[in-house]
């Protein structure tokens, strides 16, 4: 009963995430900056000491610039003022108190204006540095900000693009089914992280083959029923509507099986993991059928009782797969796993497990 209502819970979370989180989803879409054009030619920012290009933002960046150096005069005069007066060296009459209040209550807000439009400023370069991924063909080397902005593109802050990549959806085999919801994610410094939760279930008779093929369903999936995962970009390749894309990340991550929680072990199980992923697609000019190719390989690290659900004989293996899809008329994601590889025997080409998605905007 517990494990029932635990399983309704989860799924009615997914339910609801499926219907409400943007999701990822790839659009074909073309940068602002011009290609051919005296335009495209990068000039110096402003403030910040790299070349860029004559767009929008950077015109709107570089205007607060200057409104930031005008009012950061003004504080700076007013503290100056105020300063000298109060010098016990100095000769001066000594300022009214009354106006001083008001001059300090002005250096106050002019402060804070600062700090809005220092926020303004940091939204206007990561909607560039957006435009510039879309612009640049090949991109490798993410600092914060790349980074960031690349996972805002792949990840939906804006960009509305990878969907196919998205969190949120179900998977089945030939006797078991799991479905998964990301519940929370964000970023930390060049890192996206994000924690989830999937439940899974199975029809077999056999509860050691129950328990065997249900660890297995979550292997091929995200590895267990509470996921906290870390991924950092490594490449995005990209033709220049984004009919065709490559992207690679690496990706660690940390996974526990509990007991009573969508899962027949009937003790804590925990893995860590790391690898790289490569996903890639093609579309149609009018992005109503996109075709994509997902490959991951991982190192796996497991508990005893992790070993024991999957029915392998070591702790530590080697595992990856490939998975092969569509989504049609952007809203609906249909993937199969097609291939397995493992150091440990037992998991190579097991099964194939298929799985799809409802994107929403």
């Not at 490594?234 to 033709?239: A, E, N, R």
């Amino acid at each position: 009963m517990q494990k029932r209502i635990l399983t309704t819970i989860l799924t009615l979370i997914c339910v609801i995430d499926l219907n409400a989180q943007a999701g990822l989803k790839m659009l074909n879409q073309k940068s602002s900056i011009p290609v051919n054009s005296s335009e495209n030619s990068k000039v110096n920012l402003v403030v910040k000491n790299e070349k860029v290009y004559k767009t929008q933002d950077i015109i709107e960046y570089n205007y607060l610039t200057k409104e930031k150096t005008e009012i950061q005069k003004v504080i700076s005069d007013i503290i100056s003022l105020y300063y000298d007066n109060s010098d016990p060296n100095s000769d001066s009459k000594l300022l009214d108190s009354k106006k001083r209040k008001s001059d300090f209550e002005k250096v106050d807000s002019l402060r804070k204006v600062l700090k809005i439009k220092s926020i303004k400023q940091d939204s206007l370069y990561l909607s560039y540095t957006k435009d510039l991924l879309n612009y640049s063909w090949i991109n490798a080397g993410f600092w914060v900000i790349k980074s960031k902005a690349l996972f805002d593109i792949i990840y939906n802050g804006n960009g509305q693009k990878f969907k196919t990549l998205g969190n949120t959806g179900f998977t089945f085999g030939s006797n078991s089914a799991s479905i998964y919801s990301e519940l929370v994610s964000g970023n930390l410094g060049m890192l996206r992280v994000s924690l989830g939760s999937m439940i899974s279930s199975n029809n077999n008779d056999s509860t050691q083959v129950a328990k065997n093929e249900e660890a297995y369903q979550r292997l091929v999936t995200y590895g267990g029923n509470t996921v906290l995962n870390f991924e950092y970009p490594l490449l995005y390749i990209h033709s220049r509507d984004s009919h065709y894309n490559l992207i690679s990340r690496f990706i660690v991550r940390g996974t526990s099986d509990l007991p009573a929680f969508g899962t027949s072990t009937e003790k804590w199980a925990g893995s860590a993991s790391y690898g790289i992923d490569f996903y890639g697609d093609a579309s149609l000019d009018n992005n109503k059928l996109r075709f994509f190719i997902n490959y991951n390989t991982n190192k796996i690290y497991g508990t005893d009782i992790y070993r024991n659900n999957l029915g392998i004989t070591n702790n530590n293996f080697t595992f990856g797969q490939l998975s092969l899809g569509l989504v049609f008329l952007e809203v609906f994601k249909i993937s199969f796993t097609v291939a397995t590889f493992s150091s440990e025997e037992s998991l190579r080409n097991k099964s194939i497990v298929g799985g799809g998605q409802v994107l929403r905007e």
